[in-house]
């Protein structure tokens, strides 16, 4: 999920942080600057992640040095300068009332997303929601670790599945990870289990 959010986002890092009872876990990242970011950030315990927990919104940074004029994130903003970030998107993981963490990707140029970029991110967000939760609830059963290693990999299923179905399809991958999860609600079956199906090419989706 994190590589398609480089991809559509356009960040070049992107990581996911998930909310764990009273604390921040950085779950997944692109590469080690992705990682630090977002640890950084639940270390000095501020940052665009805090930001999209405290308002339930997107954070939108279109130029970092913009912010870090503003002391917006005192802390936090010399680690992006650090970094080479000049801007970022953080989308809101959530479910119902819930927020359960957040989506970021963070760029290496000033940028401002227009609105299909915006709601690309919105998209991205509600595949990552399900991707955690079910990583979430395995854990929170006391899943073995194999096996949750093997829920973590259901992550790269669902994006093979949006590539193959974007390829066939011949549509956008965020217009083909909408048709995967509405033909997922619509037949009444767990997003993982079609997208293992439309790898295996037990199923396809009709223009």
Do not use: C, K
């Amino acid at each position: 999920m994190v590589d398609v959010a480089r991809q559509v986002l356009g960040g070049e890092h992107a990581g996911i942080t998930v909310h764990r009872a009273d604390h921040f876990v950085a779950l997944v990242s692109t590469d080690d600057v992705a990682a630090h970011l977002d640890e950084r950030q639940i270390v000095i315990g501020q940052g665009p992640i805090f930001s999209v927990m405290e308002t339930g919104t997107p954070t939108v940074v279109a130029d970092t040095e913009d912010a870090l004029a503003q002391n917006r994130w005192p802390a936090f903003g010399p680690v992006l300068a650090d970094a080479g970030i000049r801007s970022l998107l953080s989308f809101p993981l959530a479910s119902g009332g819930a927020h359960v963490g957040a989506i970021t990707s963070y760029r290496l140029t000033p940028f401002f997303p227009d609105p299909e970029t915006y709601t690309n991110g919105l998209v991205l967000a509600a595949l990552a929601t399900e991707i955690v939760l079910h990583i979430e609830a395995g854990l929170a059963t006391g899943v073995p670790d194999g096996d949750t290693e093997r829920t973590m990999s259901d992550n790269a299923v669902i994006q093979q599945a949006v590539g193959i179905t974007a390829e066939q399809l011949g549509i956008p991958i965020v217009d083909a990870a909408i048709r995967l999860r509405a033909h997922a609600f619509a037949t009444d079956q767990p997003l993982t289990v079609l997208a293992r199906r439309v790898v295996n090419g037990e199923t396809a989706l009709e223009p």
